[in-house]
């Protein structure tokens, strides 16, 4: 098994080989984040203790923590896991990880120095290398640095020097990274005037709902208003008498008798007494 060795202090990594078992067997069943004495590795590792950062199993998948299992599962992973990088937006899938307790089955062990014994190692105690890149976040600077809040951060910014080879001249060249983060008087003059802006219009729009109110409540109102006015119309109509309208009354007129009628004839019973 490889054993990858770094140590944060110096900046310096080591990668060291062991293929005996009874040296390994105090990485197994230990978890990631967990440290451990080693001093079985050798007489050099004496007051050593390191810490497990990572590692990988003989066929290349890497170990993952809060994963509590001594071999390989499959989990279901979306944005925002490791150990997957969704290739559309929303997507999930089933991949395969190694659980973060480490076992025989590891081709590769990633370890950070946690204590230093009283023997330095070669090529990871015995050198310092100077940190190329530093951090460009104003707050990891100033935890760097220990700086205090009241401070320019930017006279802290770790500059990093490249060496340009031109014909007849070299120069090297010197470029600070950007700080992230960043608060400026500017930046909080411009905060200022945004807080101010949206206060305005904050107000501004309350005061137009205001008004908006208003005349809804009065169209309302008027509609309502309107309304009663047309049912008391209608129920004045209704209890109101009905005027009986009286027509002309025809005059009358008597017929005239006609002429001949003026003679009336005699009784039949006459007419027979007369003939005898």
């Not at 929303?90 to 307790?101: A, D, L, P, T």
Request: proline content about 3%; aromatic content about 4%.
């Amino acid at each position: 098994m490889k054993l990858n060795i770094s140590n944060p202090y110096t900046g310096l990594q080591k990668c060291i080989e062991i293929n005996d078992e009874e040296k390994l067997s105090i990485f197994y069943g230990k978890k990631m984040g967990q440290e451990i004495e080693v001093d079985k590795l050798g007489d050099e590792f004496k007051g050593y203790v390191l810490r497990i950062t990572g590692g990988n199993d003989k066929q290349g998948f890497t170990m993952k923590q809060g994963v509590l299992v001594q071999g390989r599962v499959r989990l279901l992973m979306g944005a925002g896991h490791k150990c997957y990088r969704p290739r559309r937006t929303g997507e999930r899938k089933r991949k395969s990880v190694r659980g973060c307790i480490a076992g025989a089955d590891l081709s590769a062990l990633s370890l950070a120095v946690a204590k230093t014994g009283a023997q330095d190692i070669a090529g990871l105690t015995d050198d310092k290398k100077p940190r190329r890149l530093g951090p460009k976040r104003a707050t990891r600077i100033r935890k760097l640095f220990n700086v205090k809040k009241n401070e320019d951060v930017r006279r802290f910014v770790v500059l990093y020097r490249r060496a340009i080879k031109k014909e007849g001249s070299d120069k090297t060249r010197y470029k600070c990274p950007k700080i992230q983060r960043l608060i400026t008087d500017r930046r909080v003059t411009r905060k200022r005037i945004q807080k101010r802006e949206k206060k305005e219009r904050y107000q501004a729009s309350k005061k137009d709902a205001e008004a908006y109110q208003k005349l809804v409540d009065k169209v309302r109102a008027d509609k309502r208003a309107a309304l009663a006015k047309k049912r008391r119309e209608e129920k004045a109509a209704k209890e109101e008498p009905k005027k009986v309208v009286e027509q002309p009354k025809k005059a009358e007129t008597k017929k005239a008798a006609p002429k001949d009628a003026k003679k009336t004839a005699a009784p039949k019973d006459a007419k027979k007494t007369t003939k005898k």
